[in-house]
C-alpha cells in the first residue's frame, strides 16, 4: 500500500514512460530546471538530461508546433502548457497540424504527442487562468482528451496517453495536484476510453470526470442521508467516451444526470445528454439533467467563484429533479 | 552530348535544368487539368520559383526532412515524390500521397522527408523545427528545412520558430522565397522590417542570393546546410524570387501588372537554360530532355485519371491511428 499525491503520480508516469522509450522526450515552460509551476516534472532533468527535458521560451504555439514535427520524426513528445487558458496561443499547432496530419496525409505515420495541461479553478486564479476548455478539444476530430479523476488512475492514464499512437490532450486539474490517494498497485495501466464507477447506487447516475467527480462523492454521501443511493460514473477519457459504461449504469437506474466543472452550454455534459438521449431513450424515467458552471468567464473574487463552480448542492439539486 | 548526372559543373547544372522543367510542365499541366475542372479545390502554383525548390533540395540527403507550405508542388517534387502518386492526390483518388484526403495544399511523403505542404501559412516553421529537434534528439545527423514565404513574416510563429530553434541550437534552415507578394498585397506594405535584420536580431546565420539562378541557390544552400549539420545552428537563407501566376489559379491579378521580359530575364528555366548553352549544351540537348519530361508527366496524368474514389469508410477509421499490435 503506498500513499501518493496526483501530482506525484503524473511524475512518476513521466519518470517510467522515458526510462522504458528513448523516443519520449518532455517540453514546456519551466519545466526542467524549475521542476514545472506545479511540480509535475521535478527532477526529470537530473534524471534524462537537457536533451530530453527541454525548457522552452513562452512561446506555445512554436511548443507544440515543434512537438508536432518532432512526432512526425521519430520522437514521443509530451508537451507541458502551463495552464489550460493558454492553449488558445497553440490551437494551430493542435488542431490543424497534430489532429490532422495522421487523416489528412492518408494514414502514412502516427503523431504521437501529449498536451498536458492544467484546467479548472478554485484558486482564485481569474478568467484566463482557471477555464475548463476540454469541450473545444473533443470536438476535434484526431484528438483524443484524458481527464484523470484522481491519483488513483493519473498514473496508468498518462502512460496509457504517451504509448497512444494520436494526439492526446491530458486535461489535469490544478486542484488535485497535491491531494493524496492510498493505493494498492500505483503503477498499473489504463485504457483511454474506459470508464471507472466510483460509486456503485441504484437510484441515479452521475457522470463526471476530473475533479469534479470528487464533488459528485461528497453530493452523494450527501444523498445517503435522504435515501438516495447513486452511481457515479467516472468518465476518464471525455474522447473517446466510454457509452456503454453509461449506458449500462442507466439502464439500472433509469436517470442520468451530468455533472463538470465547465461551462454547461455546449459542453461535455450536452453530448452525453444528447447521446443517451438517442441510444439510452428507452432506459430513462426522467428528463437528464446538466450540471455545469454559469454562462460567463471564471471570476476572481472568492465569493463570484463559488457561485460559478458547481458544488454539491447543485448535484444534490440535480438529482432530486431526477427523481420528482 | 547529354550531360550525365554525375559530373560537376555543367552536368550538375543539367540534373537541377530537367529537375526544374519537371516541376514546371508538371504546373502546367496541373493548370490545365484545373482549367478543364479536373482538378478539385484551390490550387497555388510556384511557376518562376522552381530554382528554389530545386537547389535547396539539391543540398539535402533524401533522409533529410523538408515543410513546405501552400505553394508546395515544387518542393514536394524536389524532394523525390512519385508523380503519378502526387497528380492521384490532386485528382483526389485513393492512390494517391495521402489518399485524397489532403489535395494540393497537403501533399507529403514522410517515408520521403516531406513532412506536408501546409495550409496555414507560417505552420511549417515549427513543424521543420521539431523535425530538427527531432533529428538532434536522435542523433541522426538529418537536417530540416522549411520553405515559407515573405507572407509569412507577419506570422507570430515564425518569430516563436526562429528564436527556438536558436535557443535550443537546432539544424534547421529557414528558406524565405521572397516573391514580393502576400496573398493579394505587396510585402512591402505589409512588413515594416527585412529578413537580414530579423536574422541579425535573433543571432542566426543570413544569406541572400537571386533565388532565380539554380545554381546560385545549390551553392549557398550546400554551404550552408554544411555548416549546419557540422555545428547543429539553425541559419537563414533569403531567395529573391517572382511569382508569375497569381496567388491562386483563377486568381485575375488586378492588383498587379506584370512585365513580360522580367519574367523572361529571371525565368529560372530560362536562366539555366543559358548559362548551360554558354557551357555548350546543344538546344537539341534541352528539347529533349523537355520531351523526356513531358513523356513522363502525361503518363503521370494518365495513371491518375484512372486512379480510384476514395474509400469513405477507410478514411473514417485514419481519423485515428490504430495502437500497433492493436
Not at chain 1, 172 to 199: F, M, N, T, V
Not at chain 1, 285 to 301: L, S
Amino acid at each position: 500500500m503506498e500513499v501518493i499525491n496526483y501530482g506525484r503520480s503524473l511524475n512518476n508516469a513521466l519518470s517510467d514512460a522515458m526510462a522504458d522509450d528513448s523516443r519520449v522526450v518532455v517540453m514546456g515552460e519551466d519545466i526542467g530546471a524549475a521542476g514545472g509551476p506545479f511540480g509535475v516534472t521535478r527532477g526529470l532533468l537530473d534524471k534524462f538530461g537537457a536533451d530530453r527535458v527541454i525548457d522552452t521560451p513562452i512561446s506555445e504555439a512554436a511548443i507544440v508546433g515543434a512537438a508536432t514535427g518532432a512526432a512526425m520524426s521519430g520522437l514521443k513528445p509530451v508537451v507541458e502548457i502551463m495552464f489550460m487558458d493558454f492553449s488558445t496561443l497553440a490551437m494551430d499547432a493542435i488542431v490543424n497540424q497534430a489532429a490532422k496530419a495522421h487523416f489528412m496525409f492518408g494514414g502514412q505515420r502516427p503523431v504521437p504527442l501529449v498536451v498536458r495541461t492544467p484546467h479548472g479553478g478554485g484558486l482564485n486564479a481569474g478568467p484566463q487562468h482557471s477555464q475548463c476548455l476540454e469541450a473545444w478539444f473533443a470536438h476535434i476530430p484526431g484528438l483524443k482528451v484524458v481527464c484523470p479523476s484522481s491519483a488513483a488512475n493519473a498514473y496508468g492514464l498518462l502512460r496509457a496517453a504517451i504509448d497512444d499512437p494520436n494526439p492526446v490532450i491530458f486535461v489535469e486539474h490544478k486542484g488535485l495536484y497535491a491531494k493524496k490517494a492510498e493505493l494498492d498497485d500505483s503503477r498499473s495501466s489504463q485504457i483511454i476510453g474506459k470508464a471507472a464507477l466510483a460509486r456503485e447506487g441504484s437510484d441515479a447516475t452521475i457522470v463526471s470526470y476530473g475533479a469534479t467527480v470528487n464533488t459528485a462523492i461528497e453530493a452523494a454521501e450527501l444523498l445517503v442521508e435522504k435515501g438516495i443511493e447513486v452511481e457515479i460514473v467516472d468518465l476518464q477519457s471525455i474522447q473517446p467516451w466510454d457509452r456503454d459504461a453509461v449506458v449500462d449504469s442507466v439502464k439500472k437506474t433509469n436517470r442520468l444526470i451530468v455533472a463538470h466543472e465547465a461551462v454547461e452550454a455546449f459542453g461535455v455534459g450536452a453530448e452525453i445528454a444528447a447521446t443517451i438521449a438517442d441510444i439510452g431513450f428507452d432506459y430513462l424515467d426522467a428528463p437528464i439533467v446538466r450540471v455545469g458552471a454559469a454562462f460567463m468567464p471564471v471570476p476572481f473574487a472568492a465569493s463570484l467563484e463559488l457561485g460559478y463552480s458547481p458544488n454539491a448542492g447543485d448535484i444534490v439539486s440535480a438529482v432530486r429533479r431526477t427523481l420528482e | 552530348m547529354v550531360p550525365t548526372e554525375s559530373s560537376n559543373g555543367s552536368g550538375n547544372l543539367f540534373a537541377l535544368y530537367r529537375d526544374m522543367v519537371r516541376i514546371r510542365l508538371a504546373e502546367e499541366r496541373l493548370a490545365a487539368l484545373f482549367a478543364d475542372g479536373a482538378v478539385p479545390g484551390f490550387i497555388h502554383l510556384s511557376i518562376g520559383q522552381e530554382a528554389v525548390a530545386v537547389g535547396v533540395v539539391s543540398a539535402l540527403n533524401p533522409d533529410d526532412t523538408v515543410a513546405s507550405n501552400h505553394r508546395g508542388h515544387g518542393h514536394a517534387l524536389a524532394k523525390g515524390l512519385d508523380l503519378s502518386a502526387f497528380y492521384l492526390e490532386l485528382l483526389g483518388k485513393d492512390e494517391g500521397l495521402c489518399r485524397g484526403r489532403g489535395g494540393s495544399m497537403h501533399v507529403a511523403d514522410l517515408s520521403k522527408g516531406m513532412l506536408g505542404a501546409n495550409g496555414i501559412v507560417g505552420a511549417g516553421m515549427s513543424i521543420a523545427v521539431g523535425s530538427a529537434l527531432a533529428h538532434k534528439s536522435l542523433a541522426n545527423g538529418q537536417v530540416a528545412v522549411v520553405f515559407f514565404g515573405d507572407g509569412a513574416l507577419g506570422e507570430g510563429l515564425l518569430h516563436e520558430s526562429i528564436n527556438l530553434a536558436k535557443i535550443l541550437g537546432l539544424p534547421v534552415l529557414f528558406v524565405c522565397e521572397n516573391n514580393g507578394w502576400s496573398e493579394f498585397s505587396a510585402t512591402s506594405e505589409q512588413i515594416s522590417f527585412n529578413l537580414e535584420s530579423l536574422a541579425a536580431g535573433y543571432g542566426l546565420s543570413y544569406s541572400c542570393v537571386a533565388g532565380n539562378d539554380v545554381r546560385k541557390v545549390a551553392n549557398a544552400a550546400g554551404k550552408q546546410v554544411a555548416e549546419i549539420r557540422a555545428h547543429s545552428a539553425p541559419s537563414v537563407l533569403e531567395c529573391k524570387t517572382l511569382r508569375v501566376r497569381g496567388h491562386f489559379e483563377g486568381d485575375a491579378q488586378k492588383y498587379r501588372t506584370m512585365d513580360g521580359a522580367e519574367v523572361d530575364d529571371h525565368d529560372p528555366l530560362l536562366v539555366a537554360a543559358r548559362a548551360l548553352r554558354a557551357e555548350g549544351v546543344s538546344d537539341e540537348d534541352l528539347a529533349e530532355a523537355r520531351r523526356l519530361v513531358d513523356i513522363e508527366i502525361g503518363q503521370a496524368v494518365e495513371d491518375a485519371k484512372k486512379g480510384s474514389p476514395p474509400s469513405f469508410a477507410d478514411a473514417l477509421i485514419d481519423v485515428y491511428a490504430q495502437q500497433a499490435g492493436a
